[in-house]
């Protein structure tokens, strides 16, 4: 606990000092109110990953204080994110790193950490058995894809306040609790680290959202996740890999499923954002009758009120993960039943007949 509680503490302080102080963010200000995927009225500074990364840098300085046997592992993983934060937090000042640089960059981050700390896709469980992957030229494409796939989905699901920040806290905090079931020390640590940086920074962000995660924010937790999911499953034999799987598929699978629907559904480019993602459906179809749509007051508590929707339904995937992390059958009819229910509750939503628990009527 002393690993999350100081990195709460510095984000938190720190995120406040970045608020305060607009030299820090004057060129990184989000004043754009048009875009599709935008739903604030106010100016609001982007570069909350930069609270969040300086903290858990200073957690894991403390924690080689503390610890000198992690000093290999705790440095090597702040190495291999910086390279995937540097990409976002640019772009966060800048505006001119494409997406595809940036997830270039969050791929040489995962092939860093593949031969920085072995982090690799090394197997793959089934029910009764699993399946060995050997080669090189098999495990690092793997292994890439997979962590700069994260990297990537929470940055997608960033769209709300307080709603990526939430479900990565839920996530990192399920890897420390399995970490701690099979004893790996360095999984622990580092998960309570940036959980607890998350969490400071989440104080400033929700309900009102006085900062933003920004893309090196969200690329930086995105890349930690998805790294850490993959070393806690491949050092421990005993944790199956679909707990990997079932704990990240929110994000995984929406991305997926944007992906497939702009470029089968919707004839372009998978990289063109728009606005109807789940979450952005629940913002627009339910939420607002709950709320109206037009008043900055009204569009901010619209945003409050979204992400606890995502909240709940993520952790349809979160608690059978962590309960089950060993149980790779039962995992795997989990997955199988988040992504029906993905599927089916967006399909409502489209259709305008969303289940009646989700619609919150608006009072008179």
């Known amino acids: 606990m002393f690993s999350f509680l100081l990195s709460f503490v510095a984000s938190a302080l720190l ?56 000093t290999h592992w705790l440095m090597s993983l702040l190495a291999c994110s910086a390279v995937a934060f540097v990409g976002g937090i640019v772009e966060d000042y800048t505006g001119r790193v494409s997406a595809t640089r940036r997830l270039v960059l969050t791929m040489a981050a995962a092939a860093l950490g593949y031969f920085l700390l072995d982090a690799r896709v090394d197997r793959i469980d089934w029910a009764f058995s699993a399946w060995p992957l050997q080669y090189m030229w098999l495990t690092l494409p793997l292994t890439v894809l997979a962590v700069a796939g994260i990297a990537n989905a929470v940055n997608i699901i960033d769209g709300f306040n307080g709603l990526a920040s939430v479900v990565c806290i839920c996530m990192l905090l399920s890897l420390g609790y399995v970490a701690l079931q099979v004893n790996d020390m360095f999984v622990l640590i580092a998960a309570l680290m940036v959980a607890g940086a998350t969490a400071g920074f989440l104080i400033w962000n929700y309900p009102v959202g006085m900062i933003f995660l920004g893309d090196g924010g969200a690329y930086f937790i995105g890349f930690m996740l998805g790294e850490l999911a993959l070393l806690l499953v491949m050092r421990n ?9 079932l704990l990240l598929i929110y994000p995984t699978f929406e991305t997926l ?17 728009d606005g109807i993602h789940l979450h952005s459906l629940i913002f627009r179809r339910i939420v607002q009758w709950a ?9 901010i508590r619209r945003n409050s009120m979204t992400s606890p929707y995502l909240w709940l339904f993520s952790l349809m995937a979160v608690i059978p993960a962590t309960v089950l992390w060993r149980h790779t059958w039962a995992l795997m009819v989990f997955c199988i039943l988040f992504i029906s229910s993905y599927i089916w509750i967006y399909v409502r939503i489209v259709r ?10 608006k009072k008179t």
């Open 352 to 361: 305008f007949k969303a289940p009646r628990w989700m619609i919150r009527h």
């Open 257 to 273: 499923f944007s992906v497939y629907r702009r470029m089968f559904v919707r004839g372009k480019s998978p990289a063109m954002p």
């Open 291 to 299: 709320v109206g749509r037009k008043e900055a007051r009204a569009l």
């Open 15 to 70: 995120t406040l000092l970045v608020i305060k102080e607009a030299r820090l963010h004057g060129p990184a200000l989000d004043a754009d109110f048009m875009g599709v995927q935008k739903v604030h009225a106010h100016h609001v500074a982007r570069i909350g990953g930069l609270s969040i990364f300086l903290s858990v840098a200073l957690s894991s300085f403390i924690s080689i204080w503390r610890v000198p046997a992690m």
């Open 237 to 245: 034999p005993q944790v199956s890999t679909w707990y990997a799987a």
